[in-house]
């Protein structure tokens, strides 16, 4: 038994696994997840330093801060999860972290734009272990509609990051420079690694461990790729994150730049994301007697209706700054009841092979939603059209992503049992 942990054998309601409260799983679970968003979110106020200290000459190339971050971590989950199905989820976990606090590290001590880079990319292989482990931890202790809830109540705390996080960035950035943020990643990074080592049991199933086999490697990718639901609903993940990726990487520039908001710019982000907290709350409510496909679909629609608005609205007109914000966070409300379902519904089929699954669902999604991302960040001209014409085609790309995988038929009457 790897590290000595207990397996877990039976999961309920208040104690998914032995040894570990629902709270404080749900709690440590997202702890584990937000460090991607932390990792993020948290260098947007340190855009503007990376000119003066590395001589960029163009303001749309700090957007590599990301994109790289993104390649990486969509690289690393490719590993993680095949390996967490032998070994267990436990020694993933750390080994992820590990990579991570020795590419902070490094990013202390970048002497140019290059190494940073650099840095960040393995920053990315090493964060993809704790949410390629989480979400394959979430499927090995629960189904159904009690996962679509656990991924709810997790991506409420995880986004609860993102409200934050510029600010941290910015309040460390009082004390020193934008290289003591990742000092603070480090000890970030550090507290939730040893809070696993204590407080996380071993939750592989044995009867579900694989050997690292050629031949069982193939069994577990065809066992994934050939599910309808799982490749289809990775993919609808992918096109959605798209649009989270866009509204992350021109936000800077939209709200300092655009609107002119100047130091308000972490408060005003925060504030649209409290609008995925809440929606990811409500989700955790609702899924129960709604079911994850009424409410996905139902909001999927309605995130079209809302982007094809914007869109439009930003070809007539200078579209204002409340205006602008109330849209963005009705498109992030819609996005906090899609995000968790489409996850919870393409992990759904895989209860044996979670870890591979997640692996897949989480490099194709990062991979593509990465590229997406930065495609249409480059578009950006000083207005906000890339982003709203952004958002409307990914959401229509979703959509029929969706109507594909359901075979034409979304489940939006709220009558009659879950399909």
Known sequence: ??????TVETARPDQPAPGI???????????????????????????????GDFGLTDDNHRQAVITVYMIGFSAGQILYGPFSDTFGRRPMVFLGLGVFIAASLLAVFAESFAMLLAARALQGIGSAAPRVIAFAVIRDCFGGRAMARV????????????????????????????????GFLVLYSAIVLAWTALRLPETLHPEYRRRLS?????????????????????????????????????????????????????????????SFAVATYLNS???????????????????VIVTLFHAAL??????????????????MFLFGVIGPNFNALAMEPQAENAGMASSFLGAYSTASSAGLGWFIGQQYDGSI???????????????????????GRLAVPVEGAER
């Open 1 to 6: 038994m790897p590290d000595g942990a207990k």
């Open 285 to 303: 409510k609702l899924v129960l007697t709604i079911g994850m496909h009424r409410l996905s679909h139902l909001a999927t629609i309605g995130f």
């Open 385 to 407: 059209r890339a982003l709203t014409i952004g958002f409307a085609g990914l959401a229509l790309a979703t959509l029929v992503t969706v109507l594909i995988v359901e075979k």
């Open 151 to 182: 991924m709810s109540l997790v991506m409420m705390v995880f986004i609860a990051i993102p409200v934050v996080a510029p600010s941290i960035g910015q309040g460390v950035m009082l004390f020193g420079s934008w290289r003591w943020i990742f």
């Open 214 to 274: 050629g031949a069982d490697l193939r069994r577990a990718v065809m066992q994934t790729v050939t599910s309808r639901q799982t490749l289809g609903y990775a993919i609808a993940v992918g096109f959605m994150f798209g649009a989270l990726m866009t509204y992350i990487g021109l936000s800077q520039q939209i709200f300092q730049e655009t609107y002119r908001l100047g130091e308000w710019f972490p408060l005003v982000f925060g504030g649209v994301a409290l």
């Open 21 to 51: 409260g629902f709270t404080e799983f749900v709690v440590l679970i997202a702890g584990l997840t937000a460090l991607t968003a932390l990792t993020i979110d948290i260098m947007l106020p340190a855009f503007p330093e990376f000119d």
């Open 314 to 331: 930003s070809l007539i007109v200078d579209v204002p700054l409340p205006a602008f914000i109330a849209i963005v966070s009705l498109s």
